[in-house]
């Protein structure tokens, strides 16, 4: 009797220190110390080696039933550890590939914006400088305007005086003109010759004008003069020709160049127009992409933390498993040495 007592309490003492090393957390049905004082006492009673095989084969089908539990719970939990670590994996995986070609996007876009944003700022300098030319044109053709206006009064005044001398000429030839009529005249035909710069032309009348009144035969110089005078009068008019003509090309020629920096201006215009877009299209673009790389980044942050927390969650279900179920191993080692202990005891008893 005191070798049983004396190995049950060996087995107590171990199994105590079983416990505290992998912690149980059964129910109060079942208890190790229990069995062993019920055993005990069986023997002590002298009960049947069957019946308290039977006690103990009880215990050792209640370890089982709840490490079969365990084991349905224990692979339960794996799966779903599994399912989660499996999708948490994935979302990851899909974030981290969102926020690839997000980036890739912004990357391409951020280079095409700054070279779109520099060709506009080219096309914007070239816009303007064709638009001064324009206005440059305008401004000489304006000043040719007035120019050419002004040309046009200064031959029709020099034609005008010139007929006046027409007429005075015709005057003289029948003795009606005075000196005086002759130095207004010598005087205007002398502003015109200055104002037209055809001083060459103008210097052969004005000096027959000048000596018309010393000539013997002044009816003679007269008609000379008249006929100067007549010869003066086209050479100012194919002046004018040659003048309107000039002005008739230069006209052309401004039509031409304007239309042709009207032209620049509206294709620069265009292009203008378009860089416009195109930057803002662009700025469009970064904008949702970038959303989309720091929505993509949180979810693989949010993701990331979820995996590793089932991860850890997971490890903790098997530390306990392994925990537990070596627990309930030790639990039968002991009930086996036990139930050998009670053998060897009946044994001793016969």
């Given amino acids: 009797m005191k070798v049983t007592i004396t190995l049950l309490v060996v087995l107590a003492l171990a199994n105590a220190g079983m416990v505290q090393k992998f912690p149980l957390t059964y129910g109060g049905k079942r208890s190790l110390m229990n069995i062993m004082v019920e055993v005990e006492n069986k023997i002590k009673s ?5 019946t308290i095989k039977g006690v103990l084969d009880n215990f050792k089908s209640a370890v089982a039933q709840e490490q079969g539990t365990h084991d349905e719970v224990y692979t339960a939990q794996l799966a779903e550890c599994e399912s989660e670590i499996s999708y948490r994996r994935a979302e990851v995986e899909d974030s981290v590939g969102t926020l690839k070609i997000a980036n890739g996007i912004l990357k391409t876009s951020n280079i095409l914006l700054t070279k779109t944003q520099a060709t506009l700022g080219e096309t914007e300098n070239i816009l303007n400088s064709v638009s001064l030319h324009i206005d440059l044109i305008n401004d000489v053709r304006k000043e040719d305007t007035q120019s050419y206006n002004r040309g046009a009064v200064t031959f029709n005044d020099a034609i005008n005086a ?3 001398g027409i007429d005075l000429g015709v005057a003289l030839v029948k003795g009606e003109a005075s000196l005086i009529q002759v130095a207004d005249m010598t005087t205007k035909l002398m502003m015109a010759s200055v104002a037209t710069k055809m001083n060459k032309a103008f210097m052969a009348p004005l000096a027959a004008l000048a000596s018309i009144k010393q000539e013997e035969d002044a009816a003679g110089a007269a008609e000379r003069l008249v006929q100067l005078l007549q010869t003066l009068r086209s050479n100012v008019e194919e002046a004018w020709a040659s003048y309107t003509t000039e002005n008739t ?3 052309a020629l401004f039509t031409q160049q ?24 662009l700025q469009g ?11 993509a980044t949180n979810k693989k942050q949010r993701n990331q933390t979820l995996w590793d927390d089932a991860a850890d969650l997971c490890h903790s279900f ?5 925990a537990v179920t070596e627990g309930r191993r030790q639990e039968l080692i002991l009930v086996q040495e036990l139930e050998r202990a009670v053998e060897r005891r009946a044994a001793e008893q016969i």
Wanted: net charge negative; proline share 2%.
């Fill in 46 to 50: 002298h009960s049947p080696l069957d």
């Fill in 258 to 281: 304007k239309d042709l920096y009207l032209a620049t201006q509206g294709r620069l215009s265009d292009s203008k127009d378009k860089l416009v877009i195109k930057a803002e299209n």
């Fill in 285 to 295: 673009v970064i904008s949702v992409q970038t959303a989309i790389a720091q929505a």
């Fill in 162 to 164: 010139i007929d006046d």
């Fill in 318 to 322: 098997d530390v306990e498993y392994e």
């Fill in 249 to 251: 090309k230069a006209l």
